[in-house]
Structure formats: structure tokens, C-alpha cells
């Protein structure tokens, strides 16, 4: 398996515009996690899918952000309207327990570097 | 308020001797303890866990301590080698998923 696969690698986008970031989970993992990278917070859980459904966005900053997850093998963060603060790096992550059982192991994509002009 | 801190942004040592990255966290319900490996334009990669109910993990040259009444862990690595040097995030389970410090910079220097 080629892992967790995210794209693009690198963004640059104007503040207003809408960004939309992808990734392809490991084939088999039924749980998904976006997570946001800055200086300031580090690693920061965005949000959880758990067989293609939404479970926890309690980490989504605010309404610009929303995250789908139609099938099983893909999934979208999407930024509308984006803005100079929203620059970080955004990792997917796949695993394929259930979050909050034992033996929770995420395994990571390279990340999107997101930069808003 | 964060539930995992790694207070120590950065850690320089030198190659052959031991690496000691400290990591606290707050919430006793947390029940699994995992660290995480960066390095640049990489995502995280996983490297040891421990479960709650162990004070000890041993893998090769990587051994987590967890000491549960100070709600403390450690990660050391002994001998410490040059491709040692990354970022390492210590995060915590729990019924929130997981929980990510703010990493710490190792850096082993020849």
C-alpha cells in the first residue's frame, strides 16, 4: 500500500479564494482525521470520520472550513474563503480502529503546505 | 489549556550518548501513549507506544517510560545517531482520539 496520499503538496492561494485539500486514506482503515500543523499549536485535530461519517468537528476552526468524506477512499478539506491565518500544514491520518479504542495508531500523509497571500 | 505539553521546544545531544524527550499531559483519562517522528516534509510517523497499564516499552534503541502518578512520560533513545535528529510529538489517547504535544527538536550532533 502506497500509505495515506494527500495533494496537492503545496498551496499558494490569494486571501477569498477557495482551497480544497484531498487525501486517500490506506484501503481498509474505516477512521480518517484532519489535522492542522502551526508554529503556535502544533498538532491540532480538526476533525473525524468513522466509516464515512463525520463524528467530531469540534475542531474545526470556524464555518470557512467544512470536510467531506463521500466514499470510503477519499476525502476533502475545503477552505471558503481563506485567509493569511489558515497558512499551516494540514496532515490526513487513516487508521483502522475506531477512535478512542487502544492501540490507536494514525498513520500519517506528507501533509498539504497551505501559504494565504 | 493544552492536555499534552512537551516543554522543551528543542533537545541537542551528542551522537553515541542518550536522548531524553520529556512529555506531561493533564487528563487521567487518557489510556494509551504513542510518539511520533517528523521529519521535514514528512508527515509523522510512528515509533513506540505504551498502554496506561505499563511503566515500560522497550523497542531496539527506543524506550518509553511512563510514570502515571506524575502523569509524566519520557521517550529515551540510547545510543543516540545522527539520523535521530527530528521532531518528535509525544501524543495521548483517549476518548477524544488522539492528542498531540507541541513536539521537540532533536538535533544530534556528531
Known amino acids: 500500500d502506497a500509505g495515506v496520499i494527500q495533494s496537492p503538496r503545496h498551496e499558494v492561494t490569494e486571501m477569498g479564494q477557495e482551497v480544497t485539500l484531498r487525501c486517500k486514506p490506506i484501503?481498509?482503515?474505516?477512521?480518517l482525521f484532519w489535522y492542522r500543523q502551526t508554529m503556535m499549536r502544533g498538532l491540532e485535530l480538526l476533525i473525524y470520520?468513522?466509516?464515512?461519517?463525520?463524528?467530531?468537528d469540534s475542531g474545526m476552526p470556524e464555518d470557512r472550513f467544512s470536510a467531506k468524506m463521500p466514499n470510503a477512499s477519499f476525502s476533502t478539506l475545503k477552505i471558503q474563503p481563506s485567509e493569511p491565518r489558515d497558512s499551516a500544514v494540514y496532515f490526513c491520518?487513516?487508521?483502522?480502529?475506531?477512535?478512542?479504542?487502544?492501540?490507536?495508531?494514525?498513520?500519517f500523509g506528507q501533509g498539504t503546505r497551505l501559504t494565504v497571500v | 489549556d493544552q492536555q499534552v505539553k512537551q516543554n522543551s521546544p528543542s533537545l541537542s545531544v551528542q551522537e553515541g550518548r542518550i536522548s531524553i524527550l520529556n512529555c506531561d499531559y493533564t487528563?487521567?483519562?487518557?489510556?494509551?501513549f504513542l510518539w511520533y517522528k517528523k521529519y521535514p516534509a514528512e508527515g509523522p510517523t510512528f515509533l513506540i507506544s505504551?498502554?496506561?497499564?505499563?511503566d515500560k516499552n522497550e523497542d531496539g534503541r527506543f524506550t518509553v517510560f511512563l510514570n502515571k502518578s506524575a502523569k509524566h512520560l519520557s521517550l529515551h533513545i540510547v545510543p543516540s545517531q545522527p539520523g535521530d535528529s527530528a521532531v518528535y510529538f509525544c501524543?495521548?489517547?483517549?476518548?477524544?482520539?488522539?492528542?498531540f504535544g507541541k513536539g521537540t527538536h532533536l538535533i544530534i550532533q556528531p
Open positions: 491520518a487513516s487508521s483502522p480502529t475506531p477512535l478512542g479504542s487502544r492501540d490507536t495508531e494514525a498513520f
Open positions: 484501503s481498509g482503515h474505516n477512521s
Open positions: 470520520f468513522n466509516n464515512n461519517v463525520p463524528i467530531d
Open positions: 487528563n487521567s483519562m487518557f489510556d494509551y
Open positions: 505504551i498502554s496506561s497499564i505499563k
Open positions: 501524543a495521548a489517547s483517549g476518548a477524544d482520539g488522539l492528542t
